[in-house]
């Protein structure tokens, strides 16, 4: 096995996956202190990195503490690719390939797991950074359907020069709500076939599922992403009191500045249980307003002082609310980090379903309808309630559209409301470049421009001649 350069590391067990706006500088360096042995930077997008130096300086930063760190980059050129990757190749220990992201945006740009199908691309793409870096090239991929098939990939991968293989246990049709459980037995079968280090992903709650995971599949070590933003503590085996990891998390910000959008995403999972009660809900709006350090800290302040009797047993905690909220008793107090746990895709499909449902017997005849009992299509509806919420205009600007036409002869367009000279803007352009006149109805104003110009000319000739 080709292990080297993954003993040099110190065979990292406990990793932070890439997470575009979330593994920033400040939350890796707070999960470093929770546990966590390996990081990721967000996915950085190669051709923007190779071309824009501000957005390099703004989306990768790091410091002495960041190590061991792996920088992920997804793209579809090779050439480009292996480019992005000098830029960081002394600042980190492997660059990564994405090749996992299923979003629409990662479809459109073709990237991510929508490069999986063609293989010839990657061969050449992890051929061609290898060459160009001194460091490893590892990627994070997704599985087929069939095992068989997702084993050859990785096979595929390893043979280019892979030298180290993320297996998210789902398939790119997995996402959103449609996201379920993520398929170990995919995950155990690459592993039995590759003989390079390898980390799983998908279904990780908590420090059990990580070792549950780790004896099931063999596996190397055990990538976290949604579990880790809700409990940033998760590899240390801990449920943090949320305002404590919180404010901790705010301490780094401040030293590591970071986009106020990635602080309020942050605390925003790491409080959504404590968002599921609706007597925080002028909390939630806090949150969701804050546009400074002092606005997230305040936040943590309110919630610390209404919680922090009933942590420490001064009160006790009535969960009536939480019961008819969430329809089931927490298992854990609601100040404390716990993982968030979404319905079933076929809970999902039939909760749609039913909506629809809803929606089509409601009013269906109105909502498809004008006034005159035409059939209309629902986008010409939407622009007729538009035009019925739009206040009335003034009379004097309603008279000023009669109806005429362009006073030009050959013109067929509409007469403009205020034209000066009686004609629709096209030919009222026309006669004032033509004329030297300005028409102050379509706001064209050729005439006083001109004399600019000729003042500015003639102030410049004379301090030329000064």
């Not at 170990?184 to 990580?210: T, Y």
């Not at 009535?318 to 404390?336: F, K, S, V």
């Not at 470049?433 to 050729?446: A, M, Q, S, W």
């Amino acid at each position: 096995m080709n292990y080297e350069w993954f003993e040099l590391l110190g065979r990292p067990k406990y990793v932070v996956a890439p997470m575009v706006d979330a593994s920033e500088l400040a939350w890796r360096l707070l999960c470093r202190r929770h546990g966590a042995s390996l990081c990721y930077t967000p996915m950085l997008h190669s051709t923007v990195f190779t071309k824009d130096p501000k957005y390099r300086k703004e989306n990768f930063t790091t410091c002495n503490e960041d190590r061991p760190l792996i920088v992920q980059f997804c793209g579809n050129n090779p050439e480009t690719m292996a480019a992005a990757a000098k830029y960081v190749e002394k600042d980190c220990d492997a660059i990564d390939i994405n090749l996992g992201c299923p979003q629409s945006i990662a479809k459109r740009g073709r990237y991510g797991s929508f490069l999986q199908d063609d293989w010839e691309l990657l061969r050449k793409m992890i051929t061609e950074m290898s060459q160009a870096v001194s460091v490893p090239i590892t990627c994070k991929v997704r599985i087929f359907e069939c095992i068989e098939k997702s084993v050859k990939y990785a096979l595929m991968l390893q043979e280019s020069g892979c030298k180290l293989l993320t297996v998210h246990g789902r398939t790119r049709e997995q996402k959103g709500p449609l996201t379920g459980i993520a398929r170990w037995q995919h995950i155990k079968a690459i592993r039995e076939a590759v003989s390079i280090p390898m980390f799983a992903n998908g279904n990780i709650q908590c420090l059990e599922d990580v070792h549950r995971c780790l004896d099931y599949t063999k596996v190397d070590g055990v990538m976290s992403a949604e579990g880790n933003l809700t409990n940033p503590a998760i590899f240390e085996g801990i449920n943090a009191v949320t305002w404590e990891v919180a404010l901790e998390y705010l301490g780094l910000v401040k030293k590591y500045p970071c986009p106020s959008s990635y602080t309020r995403g942050h605390l925003f999972k790491i409080f959504h249980k404590i968002f599921t009660f609706e007597c925080n809900n002028d909390v939630r709006q806090l949150l969701a307003t804050a546009q400074c350090l002092d606005d997230f800290q305040q936040v943590c302040i309110k919630i610390r002082l209404k919680y922090l009797p009933y942590h420490q047993g001064e009160m006790t905690f009535d969960n009536n609310e939480g019961i008819t909220r969430i329809g089931c008793n927490l298992i854990l107090p609601p100040w404390l980090c716990q993982p968030y746990v979404r319905i079933s895709p076929e809970e999902h499909t039939q909760k749609m379903e039913n909506l629809c449902k809803i929606q089509d017997n409601h009013d269906t005849k109105r909502s498809l309808e004008d006034l005159d009992g035409n059939v209309i299509s629902r986008k010409k509806m939407k622009k007729m309630r538009r035009k019925e919420r739009r206040p009335l205009k003034p009379e004097a600007e309603q008279a000023s559209r009669t109806g005429e036409i362009c006073f030009s002869e050959t013109c067929p367009n509409p007469l403009g409301g205020k034209c000066e000279y009686r004609l629709c803007k096209k030919c009222c352009k026309n006669k004032c470049f033509e004329e030297n006149l300005d028409c102050k109805g379509h706001r064209i104003l050729v005439h006083t421009r001109r004399e600019m110009a000729k003042k500015f000319s003639l102030q410049k000739e004379v301090q030329c001649l000064s």
